[in-house]
C-alpha cells in the first residue's frame, strides 16, 4: 500500500502575514481609510482560507499516521486501511487546492478598466469588425450589469470604428477582461464584397486598469494641451464649439484625443483618466518586462501586437491561439457570452503562475 503523503510548503511567512494583518485589524485608525481598511480585510480572509487549508491537510496527514500504527492489529486493520484509503484520494486534491490558493492576488484586482479597440488591417471591413467588438463588449457588460461610460471615438465612412475607447466599472471587469488585449482577426465575407470572396481583417483591443491618482502623478509642465473643434459625426452642438481636448504627454510621447462631450472641461478629464491609464499600463509592462525575460508568467503578454484570437464567421467559430481553445458559439460569444472562454484563460494561466511558484521553490 502506498501511504498518501504531500510536501507541505513552508507556511511560517504566512502565518507572521496573518499575525500582523489581526494586529492592524484590531487597529480602530485602519477603518478611517475606507480602501485600506478593505484591502487588509480581504487579504486577511485569503490567508485565513490558506492556513484552513494547511490545518486540514495536516491534520489529514496526521490521521494516515495513527492509521498506519493500527495495520496490524486484525481488530483495527480493515477499518485502518479503508481510513487511509480515503484520505489518500482527499490529500492530493486538497493539496492543489492549497497551492492554487497559495497563487498572489493579481494587484489590479476589482479596478474599473479602460477598453481601447483600434480598427487594424481590412480598411472599412477591419472598422466594421471594431465596432462589432465594442458591441460585444458593451452587450458583455450589460449581462454583468457593469456601468459603461464612452471615453473617445473616430468613425470611420463604413459607418464602423477607427477608434473607441470606453471605461467599464464593476468588480469583476479585471478579472474577466485582463486577457483580452492583443490582435483580434475576423475572417468572413465582407457586406460589400460582390463574389462572396472571404477576407480577413483585424483590430486591435488594449485592456488598462483605471490608474488611480496616487500611482501616477503628471507634472502640468510635462502635457501640451490643445482645444479645437470636434471633427466627424457627433452632433451641432459638439461640432460648433471649440470643447475638443488632444493632450500630449512630452516625455513619453502619448497623445489622447477626447471629443466626446460638449464641455471642453468634460473632455479634458477624460483624456486625463485615459493618459493615466496608458503611463499606468506603461510603468507596468516595464516592471514585469524586467521581471520576467526568461518565462512566461500568464497566458499572453498583454501585448497589442500579439495575436491571440480569430472570429470565424463561415464555420460560427472562435478560436483562442493562446490555449488552443475552440466554440462553435460565435453568435453567442458575439452577444457577449464569453465566459467559458475567460474561464479557460483563467485556469491557464493560473497553472503557469502554479509552475513558475513551485519551479523558484525547488
Given at each position: 500500500m502506498v501511504w498518501s503523503m504531500?510536501?507541505?510548503?513552508?507556511?511560517e511567512p504566512f502565518l507572521q502575514r496573518y499575525n500582523e494583518l489581526e494586529s492592524k485589524l484590531a487597529d480602530p485608525s485602519v477603518f478611517k481609510d475606507q480602501e485600506l481598511a478593505t484591502k487588509i480585510s480581504r487579504e486577511h480572509s485569503k490567508i485565513k482560507v490558506i492556513l484552513e487549508q494547511f490545518e486540514e491537510i495536516s491534520i489529514c496527514q496526521k490521521a494516515i499516521e495513527d492509521a498506519k500504527e493500527l495495520i496490524n492489529?486484525?481488530?483495527?486493520?480493515?477499518?485502518?486501511?479503508?481510513?487511509?484509503e480515503k484520505l489518500e484520494i482527499k490529500i492530493p486534491s486538497l493539496h492543489k487546492t492549497l497551492l492554487y490558493s497559495m497563487l498572489p492576488e493579481d494587484p489590479d484586482l476589482g479596478r474599473n478598466t479602460i477598453i481601447e479597440i483600434r480598427a487594424g488591417a481590412g480598411g472599412?471591413?477591419?472598422?466594421l469588425f471594431a465596432s462589432d467588438l465594442y458591441r460585444m463588449y458593451c452587450k458583455l457588460a450589460e449581462n454583468k450589469n457593469w456601468n459603461f461610460e464612452c471615453m473617445s471615438q473616430s468613425t470611420s465612412e463604413t459607418g464602423g470604428f477607427k477608434e473607441v475607447i470606453f471605461l467599464l466599472k464593476g468588480q469583476e471587469v479585471w478579472s474577466k477582461l485582463k486577457f483580452e488585449s492583443g490582435v483580434h482577426r475576423v475572417q468572413r465575407v465582407p457586406v460589400t464584397e460582390a463574389s462572396g470572396r472571404i477576407h480577413t481583417s483585424t483590430a486591435t483591443v488594449a485592456v488598462l486598469p483605471e490608474a488611480r491618482d496616487v500611482e501616477i502623478k503628471i507634472d502640468p509642465s510635462e502635457l501640451e494641451i490643445n482645444v479645437c473643434r470636434a471633427s466627424g459625426p457627433g452632433g451641432q452642438g459638439v461640432n460648433t464649439t471649440d470643447s475638443a481636448v488632444q493632450i500630449l504627454h512630452k516625455p513619453t510621447g502619448l497623445t489622447v484625443y477626447c471629443a466626446d462631450e460638449r464641455s471642453q472641461l468634460k473632455n479634458k478629464n477624460k483624456g486625463m483618466t485615459v493618459l493615466k491609464s496608458r503611463l499606468l499600463n506603461l510603468?507596468?509592462?516595464?516592471e514585469r518586462e524586467k521581471y520576467a525575460k526568461e518565462r512566461r508568467d500568464q497566458v499572453g503578454t498583454g501585448d497589442r501586437s500579439e495575436r491571440i484570437r480569430t472570429y470565424n464567421f463561415p464555420q460560427s467559430r472562435i478560436?483562442?491561439?493562446?490555449?488552443?481553445?475552440?466554440?462553435?458559439a460565435l453568435n453567442e460569444a458575439l452577444l457577449g457570452d464569453l465566459d467559458h472562454l475567460f474561464d479557460a484563460l483563467s485556469q491557464e494561466d493560473q497553472k503557469i503562475k502554479l509552475e513558475n511558484m513551485l519551479s523558484e521553490n525547488e
Open positions: 504531500v510536501d507541505l510548503p513552508n507556511i492489529e486484525p481488530e483495527f486493520a480493515e477499518t485502518a486501511k479503508e481510513e487511509i472599412g471591413e477591419a472598422s510603468k507596468q509592462t516595464e478560436t483562442d491561439h493562446r490555449i488552443n481553445y475552440t466554440s462553435h
